[in-house]
């Protein structure tokens, strides 16, 4: 089914920076919105309830899976994630662009529902740089680090079923190519087809 609005679809191996990437573009584009997550890992840092994610008990997780109520969801790094299918037609279907930042699993598990998804790759500019944000981020010990380097070859190796790929070595470079990933999906024939279908139809185009 078609619908108005887009969904960007964000993978990266851990570290790669795409949390900060997303952040990044929604601060400067209020047309797209965030997927919030379920997950039931705890929270880390500051993130709170409804915001970074949902945090959910493993029995509230296995009843939405029961109900058919996510689009995708996937084992990460020893805890569950999902994404709840009714909130992104929601908001597609209103005509907002969406952006999910999720793992490799997750992202082909989308597709599959959502033909439309455009696919966004992260990588890091080299297997030093990757270590070293895991590293400098303080939140694993050396043994997870390890497991997210392990997950890491496993996904990177995947990026070529993506739609494009950034390397983010420089933040401010691998933002603008973000940025323009959206903006040119918007102006796809197919996309403008389906948020201006009355201009479309006014001008007599199929």
């Not at 919030?36 to 939405?64: L, N």
């Not at 694993?140 to 497991?147: G, P, Q, R, T």
């Not at 070529?160 to 959206?182: H, Q, S, Y």
């Amino acid at each position: 089914m078609d619908y108005p609005g887009n969904i960007f679809v964000v993978a990266a191996p851990s570290g790669a920076g795409k949390s900060s990437l997303v952040k990044a573009l929604m601060e400067l584009d209020t047309a797209v919105q965030p997927s919030v997550s379920h997950t039931t890992r705890p929270p880390r840092g500051q993130e709170k309830h409804g915001r970074e994610y949902f945090f959910t008990s493993p029995s509230e997780f296995d009843a939405m899976i029961a109900a058919d109520g996510f689009v995708e969801w996937a084992h990460v790094h020893g805890h569950r994630y999902g994404t709840s299918k009714k909130a992104i037609e929601e908001r597609i279907a209103q005509g907002a662009d969406v952006i999910l930042e999720i793992d490799f699993q997750g992202a082909i598990q989308i597709r599959k529902t959502f033909a439309n998804a455009v696919m966004i790759f992260i990588l890091p500019p080299s297997w030093e740089e990757l270590r070293s944000r895991l590293e400098r981020r303080g939140e694993d010990s050396a043994a997870v680090i390890e497991l997210r380097l392990k997950n890491a070859a496993e996904e990177m190796a995947r990026a070529g079923e993506f739609d494009f790929v950034i390397i983010n070595e420089l933040f401010e470079r691998a933002l603008f190519d973000l940025k323009a990933i959206v903006h040119a999906q918007r102006l796809r024939y197919s996309a403008q087809r389906r948020a201006r279908a009355d201009t479309f139809a006014a001008l007599n185009i199929p």
